[in-house]
């Protein structure tokens, strides 16, 4: 079993004997990887969440906060009204519902227009997918190169390219590690997370060991894995405290030490667990 202080202290030790790449790397990784990642469970509520207020329209009956309107222009009123909004605002938008009620024309046009609107919010999360995959996907395999080599002896950031090399296995790989995880997080959100841990290792694994193809990259992270998700959680929490600090000054601190830190940890995890098989 390994020592999580003696994981952290070796972490801490190699990514300072490396300091500004390693600060470079993790920040890539937090910018890129790991943002981009978890981007929809940073976005902000919306205001009717930030109010408590709720809105539903069903069989045109409309209802605000439990009270119930034949006119969608009394709801638009009445919701405009319980959200502090400006009279203004509100005025406008029940003229512009009523054009839309007495000029088929104008709705025809407000619906081509939402439909083009709709085209392009569609075409920009596939393009943002396509990056994902073709492109942030390879970059993460890269950085954790970086650092599994880093903890042997100081990297070189040529390294970030070894995720692009082969490119087609990087992608591969992690598109389906990315798949398997979003489908058992369709099964709540412990399954996810339990997954999520099951295939940590996976990019670490197709840096270090290419001879491997992808699903036995995937299946030799399930086995690196077993029995350690637990203790992987618990190294992940003994960072807390430091992402608080990281918080309090602004992110300063995690793209300066934090980050690092704990990239260079997860390294040393990696070795650690690949030595126990």
């Not at 202080?5 to 937090?30: C, D, M, P, Q, T």
């Amino acid at each position: 079993m390994w020592d999580r202080k003696e994981l952290k202290s070796r972490g801490k030790a190699a990514f300072k004997a490396n300091y500004w790449k390693s600060v470079l790397v993790a920040f890539l990784l937090i910018a890129f990887v790991i943002g981009t990642g978890s981007s929809s469970g940073r976005a902000a509520g919306s205001k009717l969440d930030e109010q408590n207020l709720s809105f539903t329209a069903e069989n045109g009956v409309y209802e605000v906060n439990g009270q119930s309107y034949d006119n969608l222009q009394d709801a638009v009123t009445a919701l405009g009204e319980a959200a502090d909004a400006n009279p203004e605002d509100i005025q406008e938008v029940n003229n512009l519902i009523e054009q839309v009620q007495n000029d088929p024309e104008t709705a025809k046009a407000l619906m081509m227009a939402a439909a083009l609107i709709g085209g392009a919010l569609l075409f920009i999360v596939l393009i943002c997918g396509l990056i994902r995959i073709l492109v942030i996907n390879p970059l993460e395999v890269g950085c954790r190169s970086f650092f599994v080599r880093n903890a042997e002896a100081p990297a070189a950031l040529g390294e970030l390219g070894r995720g692009f090399s082969p490119y087609g296995r990087s992608v591969g790989t992690m598109f389906l590690r990315g798949l398997f995880q979003f489908l058992w997080s369709l099964l709540f959100v412990i399954p996810g997370i339990i997954k999520h841990y099951s295939y940590r290792m996976v990019p670490y694994i197709l840096a270090d060991q290419p001879e491997l193809s992808g699903t036995a990259a995937i299946t030799r992270s399930r086995e690196m894995m077993n029995g350690q998700k637990w203790n992987a959680f618990v190294l992940d929490l003994s960072f807390l405290g430091w992402h608080i600090l990281s918080a309090l000054t602004l992110g300063i601190l995690g793209v300066f030490y934090v980050n690092p830190y704990q990239a260079a940890t997860n390294a040393e995890l990696y070795h650690e667990l690949k030595a126990m098989q």
